[in-house]
């Protein structure tokens, strides 16, 4: 099955420092992969669409300059937080879906990562 | 705009039991998919079962089905013989054909009693 990974699991940072998070497709390429934001018992709210070799389409609401997107590669997505503060704190997932033969709608989801800001 | 509801937010199950789970959505679209996704404590997204618009057969996948009303935009989710392993919470999804955005709704949280 179609596997996605995020690294780190776990990041603590102090305030104002930026983190990196990434987001691999492990057995396909990925066309297209997702950044979602989660707060404790809430749903998942998409911050970003990011396509290989293209700047990442962000929704309405999420500061650009802030959470940077980068889809290096078909394999590759990395969100980084920029100066970060407390209330960046959240879970953050990716998720990303196949493109070309026999894709299906199907967007394949890591396993999250939990950022707290100090 | 898309928007999905899900008016339960926590539901319980005896073990062995069967439970439905609501889920409305809104669109303007005729061509969309939709979609049940369980998170568990790991927290790791997990795809239940997915039902395109166009089709008016009723998605299975082993004890999850779904009813799938097109013109009242409803999407419900059965879970037949509950197992403990099924507590989560669940989220309904929906993705207009060709945006590839999924909007998904607040989630029900669901508890399987032994």
């Known amino acids: 099955g179609a596997v996605v990974s995020q690294h780190p699991s776990r990041v603590i940072c102090k305030s104002g420092t930026s983190v990196k998070i990434e987001c691999r497709s492990l057995?396909?390429?990925?066309?297209?992969m997702f950044w979602y934001r989660q707060f404790p018992k809430k749903s998942l709210m998409l911050m970003a669409t990011?396509?290989?070799?293209?700047?990442?389409?962000?929704e309405q609401g999420v500061e650009k300059d802030k959470f940077l997107i980068n889809h290096a590669s078909l394999t590759l997505s990395t969100l980084t937080v920029t100066s970060a503060h407390p209330e960046d704190s959240s879970f953050y997932i990716c998720s990303a879906r196949e493109g070309g033969r026999g894709f299906t709608y199907e967007q394949y989801f890591g396993p999250g990562t939990r950022l707290t800001v100090t | 705009a898309q928007t999905v509801t899900q008016s339960q937010p926590e539901m319980s199950v005896q073990e062995a039991e069967t439970v439905t789970l609501s889920c409305t959505y809104d669109?303007?679209?005729?061509?969309?998919?939709l979609f049940w996704y369980k998170q568990p404590p790991s927290r790791q997204m997990i795809l239940v079962i997915r039902?395109?618009?166009?089709?008016?057969q009723n998605a299975t996948e082993n004890r999850f089905s779904v009813n799938f009303q097109k013109a009242a935009k409803s999407f419900s989710l059965k879970i037949s013989d509950s197992q403990l392993g099924d507590a989560a919470m669940y989220f309904c999804?929906?993705?207009?054909?060709?945006?590839?955005?999924?909007?998904f709704g607040k989630g029900t949280k669901l508890t399987v009693n032994p």
């Open positions: 039902q395109e618009a166009y089709k008016q």
């Open positions: 669109t303007s679209e005729s061509d969309y998919y």
């Open positions: 057995d396909f390429q990925a066309t297209t």
């Open positions: 990011s396509n290989e070799g293209s700047k990442a389409t962000y």
């Open positions: 999804a929906n993705e207009q054909g060709g945006s590839e955005k999924l909007v």
